[in-house]
Structure formats: structure tokens, C-alpha cells
């Protein structure tokens, strides 16, 4: 029977989704043992990058000897805080590894082959041009200072953000797959404003995704947040944090009561000062960021091109004098509209549209 190495690579690819975001400084990696044709174990980064997938899939008493290990990066040689998965694959009697990008840290790159050829385990590289983005993010902050950012916006047919008669732009199957999208970053940036319009709880609220909660970064710059609304009467797991340039002791102290951090910055107006912003976050941990803002904010982000990725929801009806926008749409008329994800969002529209 032959075997079929791109749906294996394929089912690797879907497991490393699942902690896509939620696994540090590491990549979300995702494995499959094969034998006999069959699944037999997976496996997946765990949430803040350890155990590896590998262990994970190789931690089980079962008969590994002579099976085949699929796996979406290239499994580490080195000794870190844990063991090199190297070890475990070799130990278990895998027969052949497949995986599809080799790791940008100079402690693994292109080294798993050498050092598997001394076990006698052969090792092929067979890449999924399916998947060819999905490690965007960690190859970028391998070597910037800066994390992913990525951005989402809902609009109408015709082109607007805000219906003057309603809550939701779109509809509801394309309000949960927003939800989907949000799993997949650590933190999701906006304004106070925005949060204050629609008293926006910006987290994930999917059966199965309750865990999956990005952390909350709002801007407000002159600190006119609400502490009535909903995000702080949550219990949150979830760690919330205002960026702003007004120190007042009495709010900030408030806000620290609650839990709140607050960066205290001098500006944001240029793209000097959202790079510095950005270099901060990072130092903070986070990796992968998501924009869900008002239409001025994100036109900033995308005229100084900070934002690598645009989720476009577009709305099957036209809103007419019903819609409006804070400010001119025609940046957002201008963009490439081919690349539409496939997805039945009942009559709704999602574009991942490239910007850098």
C-alpha cells in the first residue's frame, strides 16, 4: 500500500494549529507516528512550549519499533531545559522521520539527519506548500525585535465598519470564526474607544476554545477607559494591560488594584513611536500579536505597513445610509481581495489579504 506522505504531514500540520500562539518563544509543532499505514500516536507543543511534540507523542507505552514519524518542523538535537527530541526518537526504534521546515535556531537547523544517520534512522524533508506561511511568525521574531502582528476588520458589501442601526457588521458564523482567529495569537491590541463603543470583551467564546483567551492590550492614551465595563467584571484568567501616556496616580493605581498593567509611553503617533511599542510588547512575551480596532487606528498600522496579515470579514449585504466609517474607506477598496479563505460563512466573505 502506499503511503501517503501529504496527508500525514497535512494532520501534523492541523495539531500544531491547535497551540498555534499559546507556545512562547518555541513553534507550535504538531507529529503523527505512523505504522502500518495507520496512525498509531499524536502529539503537540504543549501551551508555553514544553514538553515538545514529539514527547508528546512519543510518551506512551506503546510499540514504537519500525514506525514512521511525521512531524512540521524539524525535531531539535540540542539540550535545552528538556532533553533533544532527537533522543526520544531514537530510543523509541522510529524507523523514518518526515518533516516539512527546518528550524531557524542555529542549536538544530539542518542537523536532525546527521544526527539520526548514526542510528540508522533516514530522515526526508517534504514540504506542504499548503502550510508554506505558517511559521511566519516564529522565523520573524528569530530575528527581530519586533513580534507578528496581524490585524482583523469586519465591513459591510460596501465598504463600511459601523452600521448605525446595529451591533454586528457580519454575521454569526463569520463572529465565530473570528473567534477561531483569535485562538491563534497571545494578545490582541485595541482602543479604549473601540472597547468603550461596543463594551468589547475580545476574547474566545468557542465550545472547546474557553481556555483560548489572548491576553488584552488596550491603547488609551489619555486613560479614558471605563473600569464599569464587562472585560473587568470577568474573572479573568487572561492578563489585561493599558498603554498609555497619562500618569494619574489615582486611575493607574485603580487599575493595578484590579489586576491591570499599565505602560507608560510618551507618544503614539509615528511609526518610530508603534515600532518602540511594539519592541515592548515583545519584551513582554508576546509573539504573536492580533489588531481589532476602529478603522483610524488600523489605517495607521497599515499606511506605515506594521501589519503582515489584514483578516477581512465582508459582510453578504449592503448597508446604504445605514453604514459609516470614522474615516475614508478607500484604503480598504484599494486592497487585493483574491486570496479568500474557503469557509462557509453563510453568505459572508474572509479574505487573508498579504500587506508586507
Not at 192 to 215: A, E, H, M, V, Y
Not at 285 to 302: A, C, H, Q
Request: aromatic share 10%; glycine share 4%; proline share 2%.
Amino acid at each position: 500500500m502506499k503511503t501517503n506522505h501529504k496527508n500525514f504531514l497535512k494532520l501534523a500540520f492541523n495539531l500544531a494549529k491547535i497551540n498555534l500562539g499559546k507556545t512562547g518563544l518555541n513553534p507550535s509543532v504538531g507529529c503523527v507516528v505512523v505504522k502500518n499505514n495507520s496512525v498509531i500516536s499524536t502529539g503537540y507543543t504543549s501551551v508555553n512550549g514544553r514538553p515538545h511534540a514529539e514527547f508528546n507523542a512519543l510518551k506512551y507505552k506503546k510499540n514504537f519499533k519500525n514506525s514512521d514519524l511525521y512531524v512540521t518542523m524539524e525535531p531539535c538535537t540540542h539540550y535545552g531545559l528538556t532533553p533533544p527530541c532527537a533522543d526520544i526518537i531514537s530510543k523509541k526504534g522510529i524507523r523514518r522521520v518526515f518533516f516539512s521546515f527546518y528550524d531557524k535556531d542555529i542549536r538544530t537547523a539542518k542537523k536532525i539527519k546527521r544526527k539520526l544517520a548514526n542510528k540508522k534512522i533516514k530522515v526526508y524533508r517534504k514540504f506542504n506548500n499548503n502550510f508554506r506561511n505558517f511559521y511566519q511568525s516564529y522565523f520573524l521574531t528569530k530575528k527581530s525585535e519586533v513580534p507578528f502582528v496581524d490585524a482583523k476588520i469586519a465591513i459591510s458589501k460596501d465598504y463600511f465598519t459601523i452600521d448605525k442601526k446595529a451591533k454586528w457588521i457580519t454575521n454569526s458564523f463569520s463572529r465565530n470564526r473570528s473567534h477561531l482567529v483569535r485562538s491563534e495569537y497571545d494578545a490582541i491590541v485595541s482602543t479604549s474607544k473601540s472597547i468603550i463603543k461596543d463594551n468589547s470583551l475580545l476574547n474566545c467564546r468557542l465550545n472547546g476554545f474557553n481556555t483560548s483567551k489572548p491576553d488584552l492590550i488596550i491603547i488609551d492614551m489619555k486613560l479614558k477607559i471605563k473600569t464599569n465595563l464587562d472585560l473587568f467584571k470577568m474573572n479573568n484568567e487572561r492578563s489585561i494591560t493599558v498603554v498609555t501616556s497619562t500618569n494619574n496616580n489615582k486611575m493607574t493605581s485603580h487599575l493595578k488594584r484590579r489586576g491591570v498593567k499599565i505602560i507608560l509611553i510618551n507618544s503614539l503617533k509615528n511609526k518610530k513611536d508603534f515600532i518602540n511599542l511594539f519592541k515592548i510588547l515583545r519584551k513582554y512575551g508576546y509573539n504573536r500579536i492580533l489588531v481589532e480596532s476602529g478603522l483610524i487606528f488600523l489605517r495607521k498600522l497599515l499606511k506605515d505597513r506594521l501589519i503582515f496579515n489584514l483578516y477581512m470579514f465582508q459582510s453578504s449585504t449592503k448597508l446604504g445610509r445605514r453604514g459609516t466609517n470614522n474615516t475614508s474607506n478607500v484604503f480598504l477598496k484599494r486592497l487585493n481581495l483574491k486570496n479568500k479563505i474557503n469557509v462557509n460563512l453563510n453568505g459572508d466573505k474572509l479574505y487573508k489579504i498579504k500587506i508586507k
